[in-house]
């Protein structure tokens, strides 16, 4: 019979690495952050069996330990476009398409609440519902923000077919 934390916290693991690359940047330093957030979870499992919402919890570990993981190395500092794109040179020697390489530079240009609720709808395919928990936000919010990062979207992707980006 499986544990709590094997059954619950530990598939988990994919999804919250995507989501530490998404903030971090960095795959090394990802794997770091869930592996402290899986250690984390490890240690509370007892209590995590009792929540309503574990995988929430575990969710903002993560980004608690990603953001302290940013404040430690002095990198917590808003970027322009300009700066994005050239953070992202890894991303033009990648063998991505076009349209996928806008898109990561897209989301880097959303203030942090959208990225992660457009993260959190478009790539891992989340209902509103299940972002509204991990985000301890009403799914009203989670609705308006993504609507947000949508429409930004659509504007940031006619812009650059356009040559204004």
């Known amino acids: 019979m499986k544990s709590f934390f094997e059954s619950e916290i530990w598939p988990l693991k994919n999804k919250l ?7 971090l940047k960095d795959r090394d330093k990802a794997q770091d952050a869930v592996q402290e957030t899986l250690t984390r979870g490890f240690v509370h499992a007892r209590a995590l ?4 919402n574990p995988k929430g919890w575990m969710m903002r570990t993560l980004k608690n ?5 940013i404040r430690r190395e002095g990198r917590y500092e ?15 020697s990648a063998d991505f398409s076009h349209e ?15 990225r992660e609720i457009f993260f959190l709808r478009e790539v891992e395919g989340l209902m509103h519902q299940e972002i509204a928990g991990y985000m301890e936000i009403s799914e009203a919010q989670v609705k308006v923000n993504l609507h ?18």
Do not use: C
């Not at 996928?100 to 959208?114: H, N, T």
């Open 17 to 23: 690495y995507r989501f530490a690359l998404l903030w």
């Open 148 to 165: 947000r990062a949508r429409k930004k979207l659509k504007t940031y992707l006619q812009n650059n077919e356009k040559g204004q980006i």
């Open 100 to 114: 996928v390489k806008m898109v990561y530079r897209f989301l880097d240009l959303l203030p942090a609440k959208q």
């Open 78 to 92: 808003v970027l322009d476009e300009a700066q994005v794109v050239e953070m992202h040179g890894n991303l033009e």
């Open 49 to 52: 069996e009792k929540m309503d």
């Open 65 to 69: 330990e990603s953001l302290m993981q």
